[in-house]
Nanobody
């Protein structure tokens, strides 16, 4: 069992940056691949980025490439999403999720555990 709590969201102007954090409970965090997704009302949950259990592999959505960096610190049971050059269309609730397999990492159905989300609002 893994419990996930996101933080770091907020209101930022276009062109600004935010770093989201996702703190995990449990001693098995380092066994999980971790992903970040986002969702706006009325739309499906959208993949942003994923990182393998040891940080050796990362994968980004095209919309995030060059603007986002996913990282993790297994000693702190935390995964991060650094987002730069933010755009109003990045406005969404951002979720982190845990998956025991590094498989179809862009598919939210693959993930076993989810956090409650943190709101990111980018003003123009």
């Amino acid at each position: 069992q893994v419990q996930l709590v996101e933080s770091g969201g907020g209101l930022v102007q276009a062109g600004g940056s935010l770093r989201l954090s996702c703190a995990a409970s449990g001693r098995t965090f380092s066994r999980y691949a971790m992903g970040w997704f986002r969702q706006v009302p009325g739309k499906e949950r959208e993949f942003v980025a994923a990182i393998s259990w040891n940080g050796g592999r990362t994968y980004y959505a095209d919309s995030a490439k060059g603007r986002a960096i996913i990282s993790r610190d297994n000693a702190k049971n935390t995964v991060y999403l650094q987002m730069n050059s933010l755009k109003p269309e990045d406005t969404a609730v951002y979720y982190c999720a845990a998956d025991l397999l590094w498989d179809v990492v862009h598919n939210p159905a693959q993930y076993d555990y989810w956090g409650q989300g943190t709101q990111v609002t980018v003003s123009s």
